[in-house]
Structure formats: structure tokens, C-alpha cells
């Protein structure tokens, strides 16, 4: 069924209604490990997911500063339904830039027809996050047929086509087969089980002997060739959902703290305060972390345009700036988030570690989803730049 096609501000909209909406059963999907069935239901029924199908197909062709705040405002609902469609937007975007007329007709027809992208993209025992085995090989009658293994495939349990990263024949340039999620010889299986972001079901792919036509393959290796966001556009998404998670922690603890925490007894006696929201350690505290999540934000903000500037004009400068922009925010919102899910038991005391609370969720979910990519190599480009004016590499991590 065709999903309505949404403004920028219709989509922002409808992703802070969802996301207060999803922020209800967050807790207890977390605690016994629900997979958000319904709720990925809704998200795609509402148009959400095909906000950035471009316009000359049908879509909205909204840019990456509105989908960062769509994610964001996702994210701070509930971060595992805010992650599953990553790599959806991410395939779109891919799709974009590299599939053919009447590839991009078809697929793009799908997402507009209400169905999502999983992924199958990184590999388990590799040397490396982009070293990849999973191989098409010609079947001898103009197809091709695709065997391997693919782990962290967060969206594929629940997705209606899985794009799979592969070898084109043995050693050949990388490119996208585009997989229905129940064509003969794809399997997946719901065997994640992380700390943190615990309903992403981001588990084990596996496919053997899938036969895959022509017309369903995209290259990869050549959105590499020249300037490009592609990186950027998912980094910015990543640091989206790591400023949810950040923002979800303090409201929470103010939540907390104000409703349920008792007052320090030194607070009492040397103060006078009856409150614990009153004691100014804990207001001071609130404080700083206030500033370390709207700096976050600030920054994912900001990462946002230059993706959106780099997009409209495209050369290695402005590509290079879009990344610098999206590494900077990811390191502010892998910090906030942190800082956001450990601080949450300082200020609010020993209560707030009780189990049947789930609060600790938020630390769980933010140590997880930044373990993604090491946000050191971000600071250390970062440096590069100040230092020598050095751009950052041109791959997909940035």
C-alpha cells in the first residue's frame, strides 16, 4: 500500500510523535528482549522510511539534515526501532547513487509501497570491517549466484529485501545483490544477543546458493572513485541515534530525580533543602550535562548542513568538510551519550539502580551502538585537519 509522501516538517513531525509513542514500551521491550514487530509496522505505514526516495521518482527527496533529526527524534523513543532502518536509508542512498534508471524505478516503488531495506554487510573473522568473502558467481546462463555469511545485520529478521555486500565473481570489485528476504537460500537468524540495543535483532545471515539476476545487482566500488557523502550520510545517521540516546538518558534521570529521589542528609542539614531536584551538586550536575547534550546536538546539527551543502555541490573540499563535520559530531555524541547513561546514577542515587527500573539501559544501549566505529579515529582526523589541513580518507566510515 502506497505511504504518504511527507514535507520536512510533516516528517519531523510525525518521527517526535512516534518517538514519544515508542518511548512508553521502550523499557520493557529492552528488559525481556521484544522485537518491535508493530512498532516497524507503524514506522513504515507512517511514510518515515521514504522520506529521502528522490522526487523524480515519486518521493520527498528530503536531505540529511532532516533525516539526522528524524533518527534523533527516533532514537530518543527507543534506539534499537530507531537503528533498524539504518541501513534502509543507507541502501536508499546507495541506490541513488548508483543504480540504473529502471533499478532505481523498481526499488525505489517498493519503499514507496510501504516496504524496507535490511542489510547484510559486514563479516565475522575477517581481517577487517571491509574485508569481505561473500562472492557472486556467474551460474553459466547470465545470472549469478551468491553464497556466504554475513553478521550484524541489523534490519534483515524483519525487512522485505536485503541488500548484500559482495565480491562480483572471485576478487572482483565490490558491489550490491539486492535479495528478497525470503528467496530460496537465505536464512536468518535472530541470534543477536549485545548489552545493548538488544532489539535490533541484528543477527546472522546466511546464503546459499541464491540466485540473483542481473538486473539486481549495483556497484559499490564506484561510489569510491570520486568525492562523495555516501560515508558521511551514515556516519551522520549513527551519531542521529547516539544524540537520542543521550537526550533519553537525561530526561530520564530529571524524570527520576524529581518524582523519586530522596534528598543527600548533609543536603537537609546544611542547606535546608527539601528536595533533591534543590541540592546544587545535583543541580550543577544536571547543568553540565544540559551543555554536553546540546552541544552534541549542536554539532549533529551543523554535520547535517555540511552533508547538505557537500550534496549540492560536490568536489573533494566540500566532501571532505561534510565528513570532518560528521566525525566531530560523532565524537560529541558518542561522549554525551556515555556521559549521559553513566552520570544518570550519580544524580540520582541509589535507588535508580534497581533492575526492575531499567535505567541502566541507556549506558547499555550508548556503549553498544558507539562501539560501531571507534570514535578516537574521528578526534584523530579531527587533528589532522587543525594541524596540516589534511582531508580525511574516502571510504564509507566517513
Known sequence: MPVPVLSDREAIAVAAELGERFAKGAAARDADRVLPVDELAELSASGLLAVSVPAAY???????????????????????????????????????????????AFLFGEVLDGKRFGNAQSEIGTRHVRDFRTTLRPDGAGGWVLDGEKGYATGALLADWIPVLCHLDVDGPLHVAWVERHAPGVSVVDDWNGMGQRTTASGTVRLEGVAVGADRITPYHLTFEGPQTYGAFAQLLHAALDAGIARAALADAAEFVTT??????????????????????????FGELELAVRAAEALLAEAGRAVDRADADLDAESAGAASLAVAAARAATTSASLEAGTRLFEVSGTRAA?????????????RTHTLHDPAAWKVRHLGRWALDGQLPPNHGQL
Open 354 to 366: 534497581l533492575d526492575s527500573l531499567n535505567l541502566h539501559r541507556h549506558w547499555r544501549n550508548a
Open 58 to 104: 515519486g518521493g520527498a527527496g528530503l536531505p540529511a539534515s532532516v533525516l539526522a533529526e528524524v533518527f534523533r527524534l527516533l532514537a530518543a523513543g527507543d534506539p534499537s526501532i530507531a537503528q533498524v532502518p539504518h541501513s534502509h536509508f543507507v541502501y536508499v542512498n546507495a541506490l541513488s547513487h548508483q543504480g540504473t534508471p529502471d533499478q532505481q
Open 260 to 285: 523519586k529521589s530522596r534528598p543527600c542528609p548533609d543536603a537537609i542539614a546544611e542547606l535546608g533543602t527539601t528536595r533533591h531536584a534543590e541540592d546544587p551538586t545535583v543541580v550543577q550536575a
